[in-house]
């Protein structure tokens, strides 16, 4: 399925005496130009009040947002933030090149039971993206959430 989703804030005047209030629309969009059964575009819209799965919103957006009181939106709303914060920091790390020996500063629990610091990033054929071999067992990992843990990269030797 290719869905995107699109952030938008809304303004819904109250009152006569222009109290205002701006709200976050949440806004998922297919569009399948080759769907056999003819449906090649369709889209759900919803607001912050809902409870949206998705918590990607830009500061932009959340910034033109006025203060709720509901409590999915302003859980939402703190959900983005963080999202926003872990982003920031993420794109402050270095990423990892072939060839570099990884070190996580706290040993990962792996699906295998080994807890495991160390590895070299490589790749592994007919397999795209890098997959890191442990410098301590010899095993092949992968780690789709290494942005969110700290680690330092090392020339191999």
Same mark, same amino acid.
């Given at each position: 399925m290719n869905r995107r989703v699109?952030?938008?804030?809304?303004?819904? $005047? #109250?009152?006569?005496?222009?109290k205002r209030s701006v709200f976050a629309i949440v806004c998922l969009v297919k569009w399948?130009? @080759?769907?056999?059964?003819?449906? $090649?575009?369709?889209?759900?819209?919803?607001d912050e009040t809902v409870g949206p799965c998705?918590?990607?919103?830009?500061?932009? !957006?959340l910034d033109l947002l006025t203060p709720t009181e509901y409590p999915y939106a302003v859980k939402w709303r703190e959900d983005c933030r963080a999202n #926003?914060?872990?982003r920031a920091i993420q794109a *402050? *790390?270095?990423?990892?090149? #072939?060839?570099?020996? #990884? !070190?996580l500063?706290?040993?990962m629990c792996f699906t295998d039971g080994q807890k495991l610091s160390r590895f070299r990033v490589t790749t592994l054929p007919r397999r795209r993206g890098f997959v890191y071999q442990s410098l301590e067992n010899g095993g092949f990992y992968r780690m789709p959430k290494l942005a969110t843990v700290d680690? @330092?990269?090392?020339?191999p030797g």
């Open positions: 699109y952030y938008a804030a809304a303004e819904r $005047i #109250l009152t006569a005496d222009t399948a130009p @080759r769907a056999r059964d003819g449906y $090649i575009f369709g889209y759900k819209d919803l998705e918590r990607d919103c830009p500061a932009g !957006i #926003l914060a872990v *402050k *790390k270095p990423k990892p090149s #072939l060839g570099q020996n #990884l !070190i500063a706290e040993p680690y @330092r990269l090392e020339a």
